[in-house]
Each structure stands twice: as structure tokens, then as C-alpha cells.
């Protein structure tokens, strides 16, 4: 079985989104949360109980809406206090204490603290670690290879392209290559391909209906096709952005809605909400609905709660909510798809 790696931010509606998962799409998934600051906040105290740190609050709510199943962490972002430890340290003990089954994700120019921290982990749980690498470092393998300071038998890696995944596929035979390669030093743990076809926020692309096509899919579906030592995993972004939210951006306005088909994104690019030609967020959003309810072949998923949704507020039998709750039913629809549609 491929298994499928999505990325997330960690951020409400992509929690919410797991949440709802079918219990068959859990099983062949393991997430990969980026952790930012915005993200890892304490939980102040009430009149009733005390506060709470940000390192037991994030593994609370990992085990409420992800569960006890193995998830990698990205925490190479969170900054550091002085000569304490990373709190990646404070995370994976707090997952430690809860049974959370926590693999710590390293970059190969991480911090002293940082891969300090992840050494450490790495001894205490005996999960192994996660390597996430972009297209300039899976064609340098051989120079930096021997310096990596873990064994590659417990190393998942991780090829992530980003939002370069066309220009990754572009590269051709030498991409092939470059993968075919991966498997002369040894066998790392596992071996998975990541990125996304989606402009953030939907850049470029005028009001209404378009079909963007997923380049992560043909690419991967190529590369496996090869005649690899290895099983190549699949892995995208879930959300439709690869960064951090940029500042003083309206998001949003236009109301827009991402839904993932097999091999595409159908996007419903809105528009605003006020102004002269502005419409209601709620008209949008229904008609986005029915735009998805009648499209053909959509690949609807028996038992998914984010077609089902979908289907009711395309009828009006339920309330199309805001845009937090249309982040929830696209991530959602996401994952339920790619588990469906991977062998």
C-alpha cells in the first residue's frame, strides 16, 4: 500500500479537517504538521483552572483531532529561548507522557539546537527521524550523504518540490536519475515525493470556474512507474498554500473554494463581497456547492462528511458557514480522495 503524506499548518480548519476523517483514510496516512508560532501558544489561565504550556496544549489537540497515530513534526520554525533547548524537546516530551507517536522532521541545515534536540528525541522514543530535502539537495545526495548523522535505515525521506513540482517535472530523465540513485547507498526507511500545482491563493486566475492540473500526481505516478529498489510514497500540500499567510492581506475576498478531483483542482474563483458588483459570501459560497455537486465525473466518496456537507448545502439542508469551514470540507475532501484513488 502507497501511503500518503499530506502537509499541514496545523491551523483550525486543517485540524477540524482530520477530524472527520473515515477511520480507512487514517490508515494509510501520516501527516505532516508545519509548526509556527501562531500556532504554539500557551493556554491562559481561567478562573477555574491554570494556564496551560504551549508544548501539552499542541499534543492535546493533536490526540483530539488526529488521534493516537503516527504524525511527523516540523517544529524548525519555532524560536528558541536563549541557551534552553528547542521546544521541539518540550513537544516530544509532552507527546511521550500522552502516547503520542511523535517523528521529528529535520532539514539538513537545521539549527545546532535543533538537530541537538532531535538527537535526542530520536534516542528517548526510537521512532527514527524525517528528512525533508528540495530538488537542489536530492540532486547533491552524494555530497552531503556522508555527513548525515543518522542511520538512512531509520531515516523516512522526504523529496520536497514545493511549488517548484513543474519545474521538478521538467527536468525529465535526470529527475529519474536522481531517484534511481536514492537506492545505491542503502535503503532509507521510506522514500516519498512531495508538492503542489496550486497558486496561493489562487493567483492569476480570473472569477469563475477552472481546472488546474495536479503536476504532483503525473510526476509521481511517473517516478513509480520506474524500476526503483524502493516503494515511492506520495505526499502533497493539502492546503492551497505552501507558506506562511502573508500580512494585511484580505483573504478570502474574492470567495473562493479549491476542490480536488484524481488528477486535478477545481477552483471556483469568487468575488468580492462589497463594492458595486460585491455578493454575499453565503449566495457564493451555495452556488460553489452546486458548481461541485454538478460536476462530472467529481468522484464523490461514500461516507466522506465533506461531500455529504457539500451535497447539503448545494440542496440547502445545510448552512454554507464561512470560509474556515470551506478549508475544512477542501482538506478533508483531499485526503479522503488520495486514499481512494492511491493503490
Request: hydrophobic share 40%.
Amino acid at each position: 500500500m502507497i501511503r500518503y503524506v499530506p502537509i499541514l499548518r496545523w491551523k483550525r480548519g486543517e485540524r477540524v479537517a482530520l477530524k472527520h476523517l473515515t477511520p480507512q483514510a487514517r490508515t494509510r496516512t501520516t501527516p505532516l504538521f508545519l509548526l509556527g508560532s501562531e500556532q504554539f501558544k500557551v493556554k491562559a489561565a481561567s478562573k477555574s483552572h491554570a494556564a496551560v504550556p504551549a508544548p501539552q496544549v499542541f499534543v492535546h489537540d493533536v490526540l483530539s483531532d488526529w488521534g493516537t497515530g503516527t504524525f511527523y513534526l516540523d517544529a524548525s520554525s519555532l524560536p528558541t529561548q536563549g541557551t534552553q533547548p528547542h521546544p521541539i524537546a518540550a513537544i516530544a516530551a509532552a507527546a511521550r507522557a500522552q502516547s503520542a507517536r511523535m517523528i521529528p522532521v529535520i532539514h539538513l541545515g537545521a539549527s545546532h539546537g535543533y538537530l541537538n534536540a532531535v538527537t535526542a528525541i530520536k534516542s528517548i522514543d526510537n521512532r527514527g527521524v524525517c528528512l525533508r530535502i528540495d530538488m537542489q539537495e536530492l540532486f547533491s545526495v552524494a555530497h552531503w550523504l556522508p555527513q548525515w548523522p543518522f542511520p538512512i535505515g531509520e531515516t523516512d525521506l522526504i523529496v520536497d518540490f514545493g511549488e517548484n513540482v513543474a519545474s521538478a517535472a521538467a527536468v525529465g530523465t535526470a529527475l529519474d536519475g536522481a531517484f534511481r540513485a536514492l537506492g545505491t547507498g542503502g535503503h532509507w526507511r521510506s522514500t516519498t515525493i512531495a508538492g503542489t500545482s496550486m497558486p496561493p491563493n489562487f493567483t492569476g486566475y480570473t472569477a469563475g470556474q477552472h481546472h488546474i492540473v495536479r503536476v504532483e500526481v503525473q510526476l509521481w505516478s511517473r517516478l513509480s512507474a520506474l524500476p526503483l529498489p524502493y516503494q515511492l510514497d506520495y505526499g502533497d500540500f493539502a492546503s492551497v498554500t505552501t507558506g506562511v499567510t502573508p500580512a494585511n492581506i484580505a483573504w478570502g475576498y474574492p470567495i473562493n473554494v479549491k476542490y480536488t478531483l484524481p488528477t486535478h483542482f477545481l477552483i471556483f474563483r469568487g468575488v468580492r463581497t462589497t463594492g458595486p458588483s460585491g455578493v454575499d459570501m453565503d449566495v457564493q459560497l451555495r452556488a460553489h456547492a452546486k458548481g461541485i455537486a454538478g460536476c462530472s465525473p467529481r468522484h464523490a466518496i461514500a461516507g466522506s462528511w465533506s461531500d455529504q456537507t457539500i451535497d447539503q448545502i448545494a440542496v440547502g439542508k445545510a448552512d454554507p458557514k464561512g470560509l474556515e469551514h470551506w478549508v475544512q470540507l477542501s482538506v478533508n475532501r483531499h485526503i479522503e480522495l488520495m486514499h481512494a484513488v492511491l493503490p
